[in-house]
């Protein structure tokens, strides 16, 4: 869907409150609770058509009986998991934990069964309002502390289904924040800037005159841009393993942007998958994974690495990945809340953009 259809409306604004509580944990808790409840209450409607269907209209104008389950949320990792009801570090759609997120396997999934069962669990022994109680009990099964998801009681809602390959931020973003960091800090940052300086211009296409190490707040599209180079122009300066990790985990990308897909194209993005992990060491032997102060990092420790595991079986369930980017909806934030809160007198604005 183009952005430029105008074809989404602002639903509602959820609240951001301030909680008075004196531990920072139990605040964060309070907050993810009340965003669940909040949309309980505004998607309720939706829930209850899930359960006993609604007479809709199609394009043509013909009443049918409808059914309205929830297909897909497009959001970024960390709501990712505060949907999903569990703990940092934590995987939103599978049972893996931040120290299993290299690994070269997909993890069991993390239904919505194993997830109410195990508040279940909780509540039986702990009232989820004695809240510092509860938390730490939850926090024992990695879970946030939500004791009523808003998708507990929404029929054949399942977060490891819903919470959809968003290419936006789990494939472009970390491809800036992770590819292009390894490849600045294994060529060199003068270097790579000068390969990109000295790159043929072309009509519709950036040119990075300057480079890219000092770039700041980067688009989706410049890394888009960047992408389409960066496999040519590292080519002779990096070992070979290193290479062919970065240029599998773009294989793996664009293949997972295709606007039609098949089995063929989704055996080929498994395997485009183990090679990069196969492969990985050489981004960690060349120093180039480095932290905060250039300290070397020696792990993968990247939840959306670990979310690509979840891609293929996804796209086998819900269709291509593209369909569920945030390209969209991060244009309608501006279309439907940004530019008309621009025109509002900063009182009572609820009112004058809804």
């Known amino acids: 869907m183009k952005s430029s259809n105008h074809a989404f409306l602002l639903l509602a604004l959820l609240p951001v409150p301030k909680f008075i509580h004196c531990k920072k944990r139990i605040q964060g808790l309070l907050q993810d609770r009340l965003i669940h409840e909040c949309l309980d209450y505004v ?13 809709m209209s199609d394009p043509l104008g013909s009443r049918c009986f409808c059914f309205t389950p929830l297909a897909a949320y497009i959001v970024d990792t960390p709501e990712s998991t505060l949907l999903a009801g569990v703990s940092g570090k934590t995987s939103s759609v599978t049972m893996a934990t931040y120290k299993q997120f290299g690994d070269s396997f997909c993890h069991e999934p993390r239904t919505a069964s ?9 509540e039986a022994e702990i009232d989820p309002w004695s809240v510092e109680e509860y938390f730490e009990a939850a926090m024992k099964f990695r879970l946030n502390g939500v004791h009523r998801p808003f998708w507990a009681d929404w029929p054949l809602s399942d977060p490891s289904v819903f919470l959809t390959p968003e290419p936006l931020h789990h494939w472009h973003k970390v491809f800036w924040d992770h590819d292009a960091k390894w490849c600045i800090n294994a060529v060199g940052a003068a270097e790579l800037d000068f390969r990109f300086s000295v790159l043929q211009p072309h009509t519709g296409l950036r040119h990075f005159d300057e480079g ?17 180079h960066i496999i040519g122009i590292i080519a002779d300066a990096v070992p070979a393993n290193f290479l062919i990790s970065l240029r599998a985990l773009m294989d793996f990308r664009y293949l997972g942007q295709s606007l039609e897909i098949d089995h063929n194209i989704c055996l080929r993005m498994d395997v485009a998958l183990q090679e990069f992990h196969s492969h990985k060491k050489a981004i960690i032997s060349a120093g180039a994974c480095l932290g905060k102060g250039t300290k070397v990092i020696d792990n993968w420790r990247i939840p959306k690495l670990e979310f690509l595991q979840s ?35 900063n009182q009572n604005y609820e009112s004058q953009i809804c």
């Open 311 to 345: 891609v293929v079986p996804n796209i086998q369930q819900n269709g291509i990945a593209q369909q569920w980017s945030a390209d969209g909806t991060e244009r309608a934030h501006i279309e439907v809340i940004k530019n008309p809160a621009e025109f509002t007198n």
């Open 212 to 228: 890219i190490s000092a770039l700041k707040q980067v688009t989706g599209r410049e890394h888009r841009e960047i992408q389409r």
């Open 114 to 122: 194993t997830t109410l069962a195990q508040l279940h669990s909780i």
């Open 43 to 55: 998607l309720q409607p939706l829930k209850t058509a899930a359960s006993i269907g609604i007479m």
